[in-house]
Nanobody, 119 residues
Framework: QVQLVESGGGLVQAGGSLRLACAAS????????MGWFRQAPGKEREFVAS????????AYTASVKGRFTISRDNAKNTVYLQMNSLKPEDTAVYTC????????????WGQGTQVTVSS
């Protein structure tokens, strides 16, 4: 069983930066991919970014391209989300997810961390 623990959320002014981290633990496993999702009040959860563990290939939703960067530390089984030029509309609970097998979707989810951007 893979456990995911996020950290790094908080309150920041518009234009500021935050760095989220998500550490995976829980025995022997090989990560296939990890991703970040977010859910704002009253809205559906949406995909933010993802990274394939082996190749490092990344993907982003259009609204964060050029502002957010996802990266990984293989040795620490940790994924990061560097968020720059934050906007009030980025306010949401950010949750990381992981999959250990290709083609199965994200099976493991963290508890989420709040990001609030004030105007």
């Amino acid at each position: 069983q893979v456990q995911l623990v996020e950290s790094g959320g908080g309150l920041v002014q518009a234009g500021g930066s935050l760095r989220l981290a998500c550490a995976a633990s829980g025995g022997t496993f090989s990560l296939h991919a990890m991703g970040w999702f977010r859910q704002a009040p009253g809205k559906e959860r949406e995909f933010v970014a993802s990274i394939f563990w082996g190749s490092g290939s990344t993907a982003y939703t259009a609204s964060v391209k050029g502002r957010f960067t996802i990266s990984r530390d293989n040795a620490k089984n940790t994924v990061y989300l560097q968020m720059n030029s934050l906007k009030p509309e980025d306010t949401a609970v950010y949750t990381c997810a992981a999959t250990v097998q290709a083609g199965t979707g994200y099976r493991y989810w963290g508890q989420g961390t709040q990001v609030t951007v004030s105007s």
